[in-house]
């Protein structure tokens, strides 16, 4: 993982506006018992860029600036962290009991409202959304010559199983990760894939860290196409999830040569794409090597 020159004139002014990730409710069980569990503090974030607003986005609040800058790097809204002068949570500003974030720029968004006039919603859990243009520039990503051995797979699987998480205690959250080998550079939940992704985009900008041979992104979500995106975008040739790929991703994902492997956990797995980013070693699989029977 390289880290890009920068200097601190440069990156906005971010508040610290982390709000609480869950909240205690009384339940009764299957017993007929009441009991006290934890569930995950959902709330909206209205988003402004210099007074315009743009989306509303549905999130935990763990990160709420960072989260709001990796959007607007990931939708191409923005070219540079050095574009943004600064961005305000309040958790209180919003309509409806919304918290907002204001987004200031230093010299405004050429053509803002045709770049967000036409939206996707997407798969994503909390009603994720893209702007309609972003597939147009797929092939302007060149991503970098990674490679992925399966003893380095088994040890990310590892971290990510040790990582204390807000979904151990509370669950119905996505977490997602960054990895320079084997080590783990930010864990991230949210209550969607797309925004813990997004956080990570933001996190990776404010921080001047740029994706190389050794970079790998996890997700406990399913490869959809806006996540391929994302990804390919943030520099990562490759992607690990605890879910599966659907058609657009993995078609995607192939015209990017993205190598994406999913159904990760403990030593299974299924490659998807790019399988020559791979280096196996079936012996280390539970079992060794199995073979699959034709039908």
Request: proline share 1%; aromatic share 6%; with cysteine.
């Amino acid at each position: 993982m390289s880290i890009a020159s920068s200097t601190s004139n440069a990156l906005p002014h971010l508040t610290q506006a982390q709000a609480e990730l869950t909240r205690h409710i009384d339940v009764v069980n299957e017993h007929g018992v009441h009991e006290q569990v934890s569930i995950p503090a959902e709330r909206a974030l209205t988003v402004y860029v210099d007074k315009r607003e743009i989306v509303t986005l549905m999130t935990l609040g763990a990160h709420p600036e960072l989260l709001v800058l990796g959007y607007l790097r990931n939708q191409r809204l923005v070219g540079d962290v050095s574009e943004v002068e600064s961005i305000t949570v309040d958790w209180e500003a919003g309509e409806d009991g919304a918290g907002a974030a204001a987004v200031k720029t230093r010299h405004g968004i050429t053509d803002i409202a045709a770049r967000t006039e036409k939206r996707v919603v997407t798969t994503g859990c909390g009603q994720g959304s893209v702007f309609g243009d972003l597939m147009g520039e797929i092939d302007t990503l060149v991503l970098p010559e990674a490679r992925i051995s399966q003893a380095r797979l088994y040890g990310l699987l590892n971290a990510i199983r040790l990582q204390e998480s807000t979904y151990k205690s509370a669950g119905s959250v996505h977490g997602c990760a960054l990895f320079s080998g084997e080590h783990m550079q930010i864990f991230v939940e949210d209550v969607g894939r797309h925004n813990a992704i997004d956080t990570i985009a933001g996190w990776m900008w404010m921080n001047g860290v740029v994706a190389d041979t050794d970079s790998i992104f996890y997700t406990t979500g399913r490869l959809t196409s806006e996540m391929v995106m994302k990804s390919a975008q943030m520099g990562v040739a490759v992607v690990v999830s605890r879910s599966g790929i659907t058609q657009m991703g993995y078609d995607l994902a192939t015209r990017l040569q993205l190598c994406t492997i999913g159904r990760a956990t403990n030593k299974h797995f299924l490659c998807y794409t790019e399988r020559e980013r791979l280096q196996m070693d079936s012996s280390l699989a539970v079992g060794g090597v199995r073979k699959v029977e034709q039908a």
